[in-house]
């Protein structure tokens, strides 16, 4: 991408996807500085590696240089914010974050990956095994473990992005390679049905030039695209790339053989937790091996691979209490980590803590939501987390809770979370949320520590 602008202006720059197009204008050389509603542990890092933000509604902190200026917002950001009507008024360019990252990986050789759920692991991993072998730049949809950061700079033309289905935003990338994980139904405040849903990721299947690689079972044809496709799966023999061999380690990490069509890839160990992620890195190996990088490179980095901030994050691990953080806030992806976390602790009681995100979501996944989280032992139930929305009537929390058959259940305010858990004795306790849940992330390791 060509940098035709001095400044760079974000609002909502504390977005995980905003905060890496963030740094890669910085990073280029450019004065960055940007608007958020609240400080955050991201805002901080970004303040301390020279981003000016500011958490007040003030459109004259916009620089005065409207020329010389390009304004970059997220779709999250409400349409009335001040800022955004100012910077449209007075003629500044103004655009979506996801037109931004589809202009700087034009004309580079983009990985993507797309799904309902899966995709930022899926990414990040990706970005990891390249590293290992021909580095590449990457626009994270979360924090990696491994480099502590959403963002990774190379001099090369190779480029992995997380492709991000809300608002239609994927539809800016065209990717050499690119890897669909789920089409499950979600953000139907944006699409009105899964049709229109699983339309949009059709669209996006179609701009992929050269390979794309699909879990198997979704609904794409392979008529319906010009790139080549292979199928993955966890265990399925039926599909192109697969696990076999399987064994799960006695501190709950898998190792198993890759069949891939080029042959067998034997003894990979997965780094992070949970059969989840054993399908995520089948998905990782086959948009890597399908780019062409060496098969024993990919299977190092699947080992040394730490996983993502808030995906299957293991905070706590010692004298028989485990706790893990996850950003799951879909019903699947709830479904998922829960039944993981069942094969690697079969025998330990589970408590989660969930805070539903979005009234939207829950309205429409309300019977979803509560199948998955009925799999619990014991069930912490949250407010909704309103995020960008405004509050629908008859829709809260309480229509989760009352469909939820777990032995034990409590529906409370976040204010009164952590009295609850100091009261509580845990074996393997699990926080999920996409919502501001994070910010008890720490507190409750730091309780589990002084026990």
């Given at each position: 991408?060509?940098?035709?602008?001095?400044?760079?202006?974000?609002?909502?720059?504390?977005?995980?996807?905003?905060s890496a197009i963030a740094r890669f204008f910085k990073f280029q050389g450019c004065d960055v500085s940007g608007y958020d509603r609240t400080p955050s542990d991201l805002t901080r890092k970004l303040e301390s590696e020279g981003i000016r933000v500011h958490y007040e509604d003030r459109p004259e902190m916009i620089p005065a240089d409207?020329?010389?200026t390009l304004v970059v917002y997220t779709p999250a950001i409400p349409e009335e914010l001040g800022e955004l009507r100012f910077a449209r008024e007075k003629g500044y360019t103004v655009i979506k974050r996801s037109k931004t990252l589809g202009e700087i990986t034009r004309g580079q050789s983009c990985l993507a990956v797309a799904g309902s759920h899966g995709k930022t692991t899926t990414s990040t991993l990706i970005a990891h095994i390249m590293q290992q072998g021909r580095g590449c730049s990457a626009f994270l949809g979360g924090i990696s473990k491994n480099y502590g950061t959403n963002m990774l700079m190379s001099e090369g033309n190779v480029v992995v992005a997380e492709a991000d289905e809300f608002d239609r935003s994927f539809l800016q990338l065209h990717p050499s390679i690119a890897a669909i994980t789920a089409m499950d139904a979600d953000h139907l405040d944006i699409y009105g049905t899964l049709e229109n849903m699983q339309g949009a990721f059709r669209e996006f299947a179609s701009q992929v030039s050269e390979t794309l690689v699909l879990k198997l079972g979704l609904p794409i044809g392979r008529n319906e695209v010009s790139a080549k496709v292979f199928s993955y799966h966890f265990d399925d023999p039926g599909a192109d790339f697969h696990a076999s061999n399987l064994r799960l380690e006695p501190d709950g990490h898998y190792i198993y053989d890759l069949v891939h069509p080029g042959g067998i890839l034997?003894?990979?160990?997965?780094?992070?937790?949970?059969?989840?992620?054993?399908?995520?890195?089948i998905a990782a190996a086959a948009v890597c091996l399908c780019y062409g990088v060496d098969a024993q490179i990919v299977r190092q980095a699947i080992g040394t691979f730490q996983g993502v901030v808030r995906r299957m994050d293991e905070r706590f691990n010692r004298d028989g209490v485990v706790y893990i953080d996850d950003y799951a806030h879909h019903p699947a992806e709830l479904g998922a980590t829960i039944s993981s976390l069942r094969q690697i602790f079969p025998d330990r009681k589970?408590?989660?803590?969930?805070?539903?995100?979005?009234?939207?979501?829950?309205?429409?996944?309300?019977?979803?939501?509560?199948?998955?989280?009925?799999?619990?032992?014991?069930?912490?139930?949250l407010d909704i987390y309103p995020a960008r929305e405004l509050p629908i009537e008859g829709v809260s929390s309480r229509?989760?809770?009352?469909?939820?058959?777990?032995?034990?259940k409590t529906l409370i305010g976040k204010d009164e979370l952590m009295p609850l858990l100091e009261k509580k004795e845990f074996q393997v306790l699990v926080t999920f949320g996409a919502g501001d849940i994070d910010r008890f992330t720490d507190k409750i390791s730091e309780m589990l520590e002084k026990r």
């Open positions: 991408m060509k940098i035709e602008y001095r400044n760079v202006y974000f609002i909502g720059i504390g977005g995980i996807g905003m409207i020329s010389g034997e003894d990979i160990r997965v780094g992070t937790l949970g059969w989840v992620n054993v399908e995520n890195s589970l408590t989660a803590v969930f805070q539903p995100h979005l009234y939207t979501r829950t309205r429409d996944f309300a019977d979803e939501f509560a199948r998955s989280l009925s799999l619990v032992d014991e069930l912490v139930l229509i989760i809770f009352d469909k939820v058959t777990a032995p034990e």
